[in-house]
């Protein structure tokens, strides 16, 4: 609430709630043409017929259009120091307000049994799981724990020239399981785009090293925000806008098997997610 309380046309939509636009109707017009894929000089020529134009909209050109969407509230704004983020708590704000996620964010752990003598646990959502039981109890009393998801994988963004990115991206596991799946539901939010450098020093092992270190420092810049939640809590708001003291653990972190090693700090032989190395010769769980 407190991005829209901020909004400079807060006083506009007061009274008219579609501001820039005129009314509901002209609203739903103008979200169609944005979202039809149609080109500009598409909608230029969809905006000249005169059926069109005897509806007295108030945007007459693609160009018009476009700059009556620059004035509705925007998402979390990015932020940038040599790498370009977002402000993970905007971020979880934003999942927890989405319209796509209404009424699948959720706060309370809960325990699903199959039968009445509770004697089989049924394991759902992250929240029907033991971790978020824990976690729960070592909070103060009135808290509210909100699971963070990160995941990164380095993405080639050209067939030529090796061109990479390294998106981060951030979720929520207090979304309902099947509706953070869904793409369709924007549950995973780009947070950050983490830099992929070149090192010219002859020594591969050390620019390997240097590559590792430098992906750690901009991580831990970008989640600074989420390490204070974690430690200290943060004044939050819910669907429906009441506030909760929200803490955020990181509870996931999905990448592919090169990228665990990185960010666990292990080596090539070594299991991510446990003390298991080559060559123990007995199992570790």
């Not at 976690?135 to 050209?158: E, F, M, N, R, Y």
């Not at 974690?230 to 929200?246: F, I, Q, T, W, Y």
Request: net charge positive; with cysteine; hydrophobic share 40%.
């Amino acid at each position: 609430m407190d991005m829209f309380d901020a909004d400079p046309f807060l006083s506009e939509r007061w009274h008219n709630l579609f501001y820039p636009f005129s009314s509901g109707a002209e609203w739903k017009f103008a979200s169609w043409l944005a979202n039809s894929g149609l080109s500009m000089a598409a909608i230029d020529e969809c905006l000249s017929l005169d059926v069109i134009k005897s509806q007295r909209f108030s945007f007459k050109t693609a160009k018009a259009l476009r700059k009556l969407i620059e004035l509705l509230p925007s998402g979390p704004r990015w932020k940038y120091r040599s790498v370009f983020y977002r402000d993970t708590i905007e971020c979880l704000q934003h999942l927890i307000h989405s319209p796509s996620n209404s009424g699948q964010v959720h706060f309370v752990p809960k325990k699903i049994y199959s039968a009445a003598d509770h004697t089989q646990r049924i394991y759902t959502d992250w929240l029907t799981g033991d971790q978020a039981w824990e976690l729960q109890d070592a909070l103060p009393d009135g808290a509210t724990l909100l699971g963070v998801i990160l995941s990164s994988d380095k993405t080639h963004i050209t067939q030529v020239g090796n061109r990479q990115a390294h998106p981060l991206l951030i979720s929520l596991a207090n979304i309902s399981a099947d509706v953070r799946r869904k793409g369709s539901t924007n549950s995973y939010l780009l947070l950050a785009l983490l830099p992929v450098p070149r090192f010219v020093h002859p020594n591969k092992h050390l620019c390997g090293v240097l590559a590792s270190r430098l992906l750690h420092q901009v991580i831990s810049v970008v989640v600074k925000p989420l390490k204070m939640a974690a430690e200290v809590g943060r004044m939050m708001s819910d669907p429906v806008g009441n506030l909760k003291h929200c803490f955020t653990p990181l509870v996931a972190y999905i990448a592919d098997t090169p990228e665990q090693h990185v960010i666990a700090c292990v080596t090539d032989n070594a299991s991510a997610v446990s003390m298991a190395v080559v060559g123990n010769g007995f199992s570790l769980p």
